[in-house]
């Protein structure tokens, strides 16, 4: 049964608990949730921490459905980067996350973070790719002992000159030839990136087994139904695939602001859903 999350940083200003007393009211099924918003050194976090935090969700009545942005703190860390001991230390820092998410109860991560996916000065695109595949292939098998899927993002190129297509993650993801490592469709990206509509993305890639995730926010990086992008396409292309998994609301500019937005989001998406049962 698919279930709708709202990604927790629109509404980060907000406690936890507070979090997912909001989204629970909303109408929200869950969380999804961006490691820095519970710490600065999110990778750190204790049993207790996470307990607490799956405790609060599951009180609220809604599940941690997964984590995003999770490079984002501690600062300096890259897939990418010529730098082996700045790779090593990210790579501990991805399979912390990993292990995080089993005890928050969540079932993917979304690998986005575009700042810690650039080219270094001097360096290549092709030499950074390389790198960076690399750095997935080293969580894939942890990943898949975890009994999670490790979701590379396709991000556009003003964010990332790294992976700006779903076929450049796929292709990555072939590359590993893990379950465990799968890509994602966040629609705001692929609308300024992609050449193929939405549904047409959805139609090509899901049955291929490469989106195991969706995010659904507008090309102007606003919430669904803020801009010019139709979603009612998208929700009946994953209807028509007896989609599953998750999908996220993750707006980056919110307007009014993020509890408005996050409200706005769910009733839009709601509807479309309603009116295709």
Same mark, same amino acid.
């Given at each position: ?17 507070? #979090? ?66 700045? +790779? ?15 005890? !928050? ?6 690998? $986005? ?45 003003? #964010? ?11 292709? !990555? ?8 490592? +799968? ?5 705001? /990206?692929? $609308? ?22 969706? #995010?659904?926010?507008?090309?102007? +990086?606003? $919430?669904?139904?803020?801009?010019? #992008? ?6 009946? /292309? !994953?209807? +028509?695939?007896?989609?599953? $998994? ?14 408005? /937005?996050?409200?706005? /989001? ?12």
């Amino acid at each position: 049964m698919m279930r709708i999350a709202l990604c927790n940083e629109v509404i980060a200003p907000m406690p936890f608990p507070r #979090q997912c007393e909001y989204a629970a009211k909303l109408g929200y099924d869950g969380l999804e949730i961006a490691p820095y918003t519970l710490s600065d050194e999110p990778h750190r976090l204790g049993s207790a921490q996470l307990a607490a935090a799956r405790a609060a969700a599951e009180d609220a009545g809604i599940a941690v459905t997964g984590l995003h942005w999770l490079l984002v703190k501690p600062a300096g860390l890259s897939i990418s980067t010529r730098d082996e001991t700045v +790779r090593r230390k990210t790579v501990d820092v991805m399979r912390a996350l990993i292990d995080q998410c089993v005890e !928050l109860g969540g079932r993917y991560l979304v690998h $986005g973070s575009p700042h810690q996916r650039r080219v270094d000065p001097g360096d290549t695109r092709a030499a950074a790719l390389a790198r960076a595949r690399e750095s997935f292939a080293a969580v894939a098998a942890h990943a898949q002992r975890a009994g999670v899927v490790y979701c590379i993002e396709a991000l556009s190129a003003e #964010q990332t000159p790294l992976i700006n297509t779903l076929a450049e993650a796929a292709q !990555l993801v072939a590359e590993i030839g893990s379950p465990a490592v +799968r890509s994602m469709l966040d629609c705001s /990206a692929a $609308g300024r990136m992609e050449k193929e509509p939405l549904p047409a993305l959805i139609d090509r890639w899901l049955p291929q087994g490469v989106i195991a995730h969706v #995010q659904v926010n507008d090309r102007n +990086r606003q $919430g669904p139904g803020q801009g010019e #992008q139709r979603f009612a396409g998208v929700f009946a /292309a !994953l209807r +028509r695939h007896r989609y599953a $998994g998750d999908v996220a609301v993750e707006p980056f500019d919110y307007v009014p602001d993020g509890p408005a /937005a996050a409200a706005r /989001a769910i009733g839009y998406v709601r509807g479309i859903i309603e009116a295709l049962e």
